[in-house]
């Protein structure tokens, strides 16, 4: 089975600064990978995703994120962040080519973005 | 366009109780998964519902059963309830059942168990 590590529990950081999220992941197959933001009080909502194809993968609201296969790392950056990116991001994997849920969550990142 | 929706949206129960969610899948979806949220951890998968039949469970003892009915709504049950129960259960749909589909999650029903 899959499994991912979140390496950071809490990352603080100030409003227009660069951050960096670690997630790493281990896997005996191919897998697929995700990032997901929760908000206070809400579900999750799928930031970004990597199938297949370009490692580099993009969200709308400036995140990215970079599939390293030699690394099993799938680290969640953004170059400037906002008061409004607080929130808690789980780092997700799930087998390539399954029928079937196995997706795995790692404990999650609480960013804190300071003014 | 609704959204997953889950009901209640908190719960009190007692040990050994037995209690049931409810969880309504977005338009067009057809698989339904169950997640178990204890405080600051990730969500642990509890089981999927394709069409009605489980399809696939993670490591989550036979007390916690599920139902997904002909409209792709789901349940999900938990009998003898013990104080480690007291989570956030999240539910989730997707298009189908594959391992690439994004999941799209509800707002959660939050257990206590006293």
């Known amino acids: 089975a899959q499994s991912v590590t979140q390496l950071d529990s809490q990352v603080p950081v100030f409003e227009e600064a660069p951050v960096e999220l670690r997630c790493n992941y281990s896997s005996s197959v191919s897998v697929y990978l995700f990032w997901y933001v929760q908000y206070p009080n809400q579900g999750l909502q799928l930031l970004l995703k990597?199938?297949?194809?370009?490692?580099l993968v993009e969200s709308i609201n400036g995140f990215e994120a970079e599939f390293n296969k030699s690394q099993t790392s799938f680290h969640l950056r953004k170059p400037s962040v906002h008061i409004s990116d607080t929130a808690e991001y789980f780092c997700a994997v799930s087998a390539g080519g399954a029928k079937g849920n196995d997706m795995r969550f790692g404990a999650g990142t609480r960013l804190t973005v300071k003014p | 366009e609704t959204g997953v929706t889950q009901s209640p949206t908190h719960l009190i129960k007692t040990r050994g109780q037995q209690v049931t969610l409810r969880c309504s899948s977005q338009s067009g979806h057809n698989t339904v998964s169950w997640y178990q949220q204890a405080l600051g951890q990730g969500p642990q998968f509890i089981f999927q519902?394709?069409?009605?039949?489980?399809?696939g469970r993670g490591n989550f003892p036979p007390r916690f059963s599920g139902l997904q009915f002909p409209n792709y709504s789901s349940e999900l049950n938990v009998n003898a309830l013990e104080l480690d129960d007291s989570a956030l259960y999240l539910c989730?749909?997707?298009?189908?059942?594959?391992?690439?589909?994004?999941?799209?999650f509800g707002p959660g029903t939050r257990l206590t168990v006293l």
């Open positions: 990597y199938l297949s194809g370009s490692t």
């Open positions: 989730a749909s997707s298009p189908t059942g594959f391992s690439y589909n994004e999941q799209f």
């Open positions: 519902y394709y069409r009605e039949e489980e399809n």
